[in-house]
């Protein structure tokens, strides 16, 4: 089968295929400050390794840069940027924020990359656009995860004006690239705010969710919308009810539910199984062979895609990414 979105769409539907799809992403840190660079960036990968969709990594911190925050951008590929100002400084500074512009700025960089991808691949594969969900954007403007925490205790009228204004621009944006055919889809991920180490689940419902929901509305015309839910202990299965088409996590935690007890609880895709900093990143290709040979074992009957549970490192070898693709890859 060489048609990628039909081997996608006839894994979701239960249908029998002769592969199982296989996804990578990572950052360019160097690269993805400028549109033309992050399009190349994400261009060249995806010719280089062939994989059966397109999850964008966009510039790291482009969620947050929508709303003022003002960061030193790296040249080295190896290392992230660095935020040197935000617009929050306290919680009045929520009152404050203003819905961005699609047309300038971050956003509409960012556009501009996607646009120049999907020109490149056109329809022969399943692009998805990276979307932070509000709780993890409004964060990135605190120092720390955790200093939003009393923001939402103590101050919530205040910080609910800041949800509502990032939930409004990322609507919009998610609208407006899917309806022009720019992407097909949302990977929506819950950056830090996935964990029980940060949040129980009722807080969560009480607070978070329904802006969440308010966001993958704008996503529901996409045909592959994937939910990344991050970190160990992770509360994934507080989402299993979310709209979207399928779920990715790291299962190679052991803190975390693995492929098995996802896929008993979802008919929707399983995308994961291979762990995004251990074999790939330092182990030997035959190691990355028995990681991956676990992965299909272990999901064997369920919706499955092969990937990692999250980013992998810059420094991942080429030698193990090509070993992953060419294990679900049937021999001629």
């Known amino acids: 089968m060489n048609d990628k979105k039909e081997l996608i769409m006839r894994i979701a539907r239960g249908e029998k295929v002769d592969r199982i799809p296989v996804s990578i992403w990572r950052h360019f840190y160097d690269l993805e400050t400028s549109p033309e660079g992050l399009a190349k960036a994400m261009i060249d990968f995806q010719k280089k390794y062939d994989w059966d969709f397109m999850k964008v990594n966009p510039r790291a ?3 947050a840069e929508t709303f003022g925050a003002k960061y030193r951008m790296s040249i080295d590929p190896k290392k992230n940027h660095v935020r040197i100002g935000s617009p929050v400084a306290s919680p009045n500074d929520w009152l404050k924020l203003k819905p961005a512009s699609l047309k300038e700025g971050a956003l509409a960089e960012q556009a501009q990359a996607l646009r120049l991808i999907k020109k490149e691949f056109g329809e022969s594969l399943f692009i998805l656009q990276t979307v932070f969900h509000p709780f993890s954007i409004a964060s990135d403007l605190l120092e720390t995860p955790k200093d939003l925490i009393p923001h939402y205790q103590d101050h919530w009228s205040k910080l609910k004006n800041g949800l509502e204004v990032i939930t409004e621009t990322f609507r919009n944006y998610t609208r407006t690239l899917i309806r022009e055919g720019t992407i097909d889809g949302l990977f929506f991920a819950i950056k830090d705010w996935g964990t029980s180490d940060l949040i129980n689940d009722e807080d969560y419902c009480q607070t978070a969710k329904s802006f969440d929901l308010a966001l993958l509305e704008e996503a529901d015309p996409g045909k592959l919308n994937i939910l990344h839910v991050c970190k ?12 979207v088409h399928g779920f ?8 975390n ?5 996802v896929a008993a609880k979802t008919d ?3 995308i994961g199984g291979v762990a995004h900093r251990g074999n790939l990143l330092s182990g030997s290709k035959k190691e990355v062979e028995r990681e991956v040979e676990g992965a299909l074992i272990e999901s064997a009957g369920s919706r499955f895609i092969l990937a990692a549970g999250c980013t992998v490192s810059s420094e991942t070898p080429d030698e193990n990414l090509f070993q992953l693709r060419n294990a679900v890859t049937p021999q001629t």
Do not use: V
Request: charged share 25%; aromatic share 16%; with cysteine.
């Open 232 to 243: 160990s202990n992770n509360r994934l299965f507080s989402f299993l009810d979310y709209p």
């Open 248 to 255: 990715n996590w790291d299962a190679t935690d052991s803190t």
């Open 257 to 261: 539910p693995g492929l098995k007890e």
């Open 61 to 63: 911190c482009y969620h």
């Open 268 to 270: 929707k895709l399983i």
